[in-house]
């Protein structure tokens, strides 16, 4: 959509749902339940693989933030991760493989997890296609993606019209449907057949879990990687909650550990889940003697130059006055590396976090910046606090641990592993 009033209509019809109080008392719980349970089932996969074996993580790491964010959106609890850990419980036999890596019998999950993946799937076949709407019309004509299509619209239907009944009702806002709904009612607008509404909260719960459990799948592979960055936040957590091993929700959204906030900006920045930030231009530009004309889709690549890689040379003839040195640009050898303290200020004997401290644009810039940046720094907190206090990331054996990508709806890395010992 254009930046114009419908656009900006349309993002405050989900504005409260990215206010503090709203992140705070709702969603934050809701989080921290959900990798609560991840954690347990990592325990008994941990188990079961052995010191020596690793398994796949980052189907599980999809899995856990869809049961975060789904009371979240809907206001219902699928449970989906607690239900697979309870399965695996009933088996005390550990899986026979002759691998490195140990390949546990796959879980049913709902229909409706089912149908999320699906439709965030479906775009990785259309995004080299020439002609990507007429592609993705044809897709939608096989009948395993109408069936898809057609569950999602029962979910959203069912989900606006319980929370119609609440906003009625009078009863206390729980979910991102509920907020919509009470606003619409107060303008006259509670129409569940909306599709600005249906998709409006489809949008929020498809958006807000592939691109974190994405980046929270190459978050895990950094770690692996880094030791000592992770025995370093762990030592710094542990000065921030010395009464306890685990933090909670209220610990974890009440205080402020630098080095955390830098351990997760980092892997925003280094995992490229976002590879590219788009504008189109309003008028003719001219850059560097080349014409853009207005109305050009202009793609600025967040893993490239000046991001992950050296600086794209400049002739001193282009230059201008935007482009004088300023502070914050990090060298270029250090651009291609892992490196969390790039984000810390060293005062004294203290640590601040600079969220602004060098070209890092994960969620985009400006009014079209990712609306739910808030919800994503928040899961990606409480989600690597609460792995890196319940187990140590052990090394994953070289053929398992690649840095290839594949780019699907986000770019997801092929090879997501993890050799776990829990923390006692």
């Given at each position: 959509?254009?930046?114009?009033?419908?656009?900006?209509?349309?993002?405050?019809?989900?504005?409260?749902?990215?206010?503090?109080?709203?992140?705070?008392?709702?969603?934050?719980?809701?989080?921290?339940?959900?990798?609560?349970?991840?954690?347990?089932?990592?325990?008994?996969?941990?188990?079961?693989?052995?010191?020596?074996?690793?398994?796949?993580?980052?189907?599980?790491?999809?899995?856990?933030?869809?049961?975060?964010?789904?009371?979240?959106?809907?206001?219902?609890?699928?449970?989906?991760?607690?239900?697979?850990?309870?399965?695996?419980?009933?088996?005390?036999?550990?899986?026979?493989?002759?691998?490195?890596?140990?390949?546990?019998?796959?879980?049913?999950?709902?229909?409706?997890?089912?149908?999320?993946?699906?439709?965030?799937?479906?775009?990785?076949s259309i995004l080299s296609?020439?002609?990507?709407?007429?592609?993705?019309?044809?897709?939608?004509?096989?009948?395993?993606?109408?069936?898809?299509?057609?569950?999602?619209?029962?979910?959203?239907?069912?989900?606006?019209?319980?929370?119609?009944?609440?906003?009625?009702?009078?009863?206390?806002?729980q979910s991102a449907a509920?907020?919509?709904?009470?606003?619409?009612?107060?303008?006259?607008?509670?129409?569940?057949?909306?599709?600005?509404?249906?998709?409006?909260?489809?949008?929020?719960?498809?958006?807000?879990?592939?691109?974190?459990?994405?980046?929270?799948?190459?978050?895990?592979?950094?770690?692996?990687?880094?030791?000592?960055?992770?025995?370093?936040?762990?030592?710094?957590?542990?000065?921030?909650?010395?009464?306890?091993?685990?933090?909670?929700?209220?610990?974890?959204?009440?205080?402020?550990?630098?080095?955390?906030?830098?351990?997760?900006?980092?892997?925003?920045?280094?995992?490229?889940?976002?590879?590219?930030?788009?504008?189109?231009?309003?008028?003719?530009?001219?850059?560097?003697?080349?014409?853009?004309?207005?109305?050009?889709?202009?793609?600025?690549?967040?893993?490239?130059?000046?991001?992950?890689?050296?600086?794209?040379?400049?002739?001193?003839?282009?230059?201008?006055?935007?482009?004088?040195?300023?502070?914050?640009?990090?060298?270029?050898?250090?651009?291609?590396?892992?490196?969390?303290?790039?984000?810390?200020?060293?005062?004294?004997?203290?640590?601040?976090?600079?969220?602004?401290?060098?070209?890092?644009?994960?969620?985009?810039?400006?009014?079209?910046?990712?609306?739910?940046?808030?919800?994503?720094?928040?899961?990606?907190?409480?989600?690597?606090?609460?792995?890196?206090?319940?187990?140590?990331?052990?090394?994953?054996?070289?053929?398992?641990?690649?840095?290839?990508?594949?780019?699907?709806?986000?770019?997801?890395?092929?090879?997501?592993?993890?050799?776990?010992?829990?923390?006692?």
């Amino acid at each position: 959509m254009p930046t114009n009033q419908k656009m900006k209509a349309q993002r405050r019809m989900m504005s409260d749902t990215m206010s503090p109080s709203f992140l705070n008392e709702k969603t934050a719980p809701s989080i921290h339940q959900a990798v609560m349970d991840l954690m347990e089932l990592w325990k008994v996969k941990a188990r079961l693989a052995g010191s020596q074996r690793v398994f796949q993580a980052d189907v599980d790491l999809r899995h856990a933030i869809l049961d975060a964010l789904w009371p979240v959106a809907l206001g219902t609890h699928p449970g989906t991760v607690k239900a697979q850990t309870e399965a695996l419980k009933e088996s005390s036999e550990i899986p026979e493989t002759n691998s490195d890596v140990v390949e546990f019998s796959s879980f049913h999950v709902p229909e409706t997890f089912e149908a999320m993946a699906g439709i965030a799937d479906s775009v990785e076949s259309i995004l080299s296609s020439p002609f990507p709407a007429i592609h993705h019309w044809i897709l939608r004509q096989f009948p395993k993606l109408r069936t898809v299509f057609q569950v999602k619209e029962r979910l959203i239907t069912s989900s606006l019209e319980a929370a119609l009944n609440r906003a009625q009702e009078g009863s206390k806002i729980q979910s991102a449907a509920d907020l919509i709904l009470s606003r619409a009612l107060k303008t006259g607008t509670a129409d569940v057949a909306s599709p600005v509404v249906r998709d409006e909260l489809f949008g929020f719960l498809v958006a807000g879990h592939d691109t974190t459990a994405t980046t929270l799948a190459w978050g895990v592979k950094y770690l692996s990687d880094h030791p000592a960055v992770l025995d370093k936040l762990r030592r710094r957590m542990r000065k921030a909650w010395p009464y306890t091993k685990v933090p909670t929700a209220e610990d974890l959204v009440r205080t402020s550990v630098p080095y955390l906030e830098a351990v997760v900006e980092e892997i925003a920045r280094c995992s490229g889940t976002q590879s590219a930030i788009s504008r189109r231009t309003t008028k003719d530009v001219n850059i560097m003697n080349v014409l853009i004309p207005k109305g050009t889709d202009v793609f600025f690549m967040t893993n490239g130059p000046d991001f992950r890689e050296v600086k794209i040379p400049v002739f001193p003839a282009y230059k201008g006055p935007s482009e004088d040195p300023r502070p914050g640009f990090w060298p270029d050898y250090t651009l291609g590396y892992f490196c969390p303290e790039r984000w810390i200020n060293f005062e004294g004997d203290g640590e601040q976090f600079v969220q602004d401290a060098g070209p890092s644009y994960p969620f985009g810039a400006g009014f079209r910046g990712c609306f739910g940046k808030r919800l994503a720094r928040l899961q990606l907190r409480i989600a690597v606090a609460l792995l890196v206090s319940s187990f140590e990331l052990e090394d994953v054996p070289q053929a398992l641990s690649s840095y290839a990508a594949t780019d699907k709806l986000n770019h997801h890395p092929q090879q997501c592993y993890v050799r776990l010992r829990e923390i006692k």
